[in-house]
Antibody, heavy 117, light 107 residues
Framework: EVQLVETGGGLIQPGGSLRLSCAASGFTVSSNYMSWVRQAPGKGLEWVSVIYSGGSTYYADSVKGRFTISRDNSKNTLYLQMNSLRAEDTAVYYC???????????WGQGTLVTVSS | DIQMTQSPSSVSASIGDRVTITCRASQGISSWLAWYQQKPGKAPKLLIYAASSLQSGVPSRFSGSGSGTDFTLTISSLQPEDFATYYCQQANSFPPTFGGGTKVEIK
């Protein structure tokens, strides 16, 4: 069974850093396209970043230069390193496994990041 | 970026009703479109991909149609578990973008 479990969220001051983890089971992270999608409180969905099976990475303009997506193949885990956090980064962050075509077919339960002083 | 516009933003319907949600792309995206369902406090769930393909395990009362710029999600007979927010998403070009959502509420 495919499972994704995000951890690492919490309350952080503006300008701070946080690393989110997404532990996967039932499939191999490195063989799949893996994404992060976020949702600000009461708002819609916003794509954040993707890492392809070959290792290429892409980012939304809103996080480019501040966030880094990576994976640890030995731990079958996806990460999102978030630096220089801003209030507008406050959201629930979901990791997702993409199927053919770039559609997020499996999602984790999400982890809440709150950026506030 | 491709803008995705959903309408209506909310709809009130009764059990058994047919519900139609539309999604318009700011430029042509062929059939690179997905529909997701999200319930409060839960992660989104993929319902439809490639505009009209039903994701495994999704009830057949859900269907999708369209290509180019105009797309439709139809629920043929609304069930109690279908009250949720629905999002479209284009996967034609970077960055992937979502519609603003349509909340389906109980009438």
């Amino acid at each position: 069974e495919v499972q994704l479990v995000e951890t690492g969220g919490g309350l952080i001051q503006p300008g701070g850093s946080l690393r989110l983890s997404c532990a996967a089971s039932g499939f191999t992270v490195s063989s799949n396209y893996m994404s992060w999608v976020r949702q600000a409180p009461g708002k819609g969905l916003e794509w954040v970043s993707v890492i392809y099976s070959g290792g290429s990475t892409y980012y939304a303009d809103s996080v480019k230069g501040r966030f880094t997506i990576s994976r640890d193949n030995s731990k079958n885990t996806l990460y999102l390193q978030m630096n220089s956090l801003r209030a507008e980064d406050t959201a629930v962050y979901y990791c997702a496994r993409e199927g053919d075509g770039g559609y997020a077919s499996y999602w984790g339960q999400g982890t809440l990041v709150t950026v506030s002083s | 970026d491709i803008q995705m516009t959903q309408s209506p933003s909310s709809v009130s319907a009764s059990i058994g009703d047919r519900v139609t949600i539309t999604c318009r792309a700011s430029q042509g995206i062929s059939s690179w479109l997905a529909w997701y369902q999200q319930k409060p406090g839960k992660a989104p769930k993929l319902l439809i991909y490639a505009a009209s393909s039903l994701q495994s395990g999704v009830p057949s009362r859900f269907s999708g149609s369209g290509s180019g710029t105009d797309f439709t999600l139809t629920i043929s007979s609304l069930q109690p578990e279908d009250f949720a927010t629905y999002y479209c998403q284009q996967a034609n070009s970077f960055p992937p973008t979502f519609g603003g959502g349509t909340k389906v509420e109980i009438k």
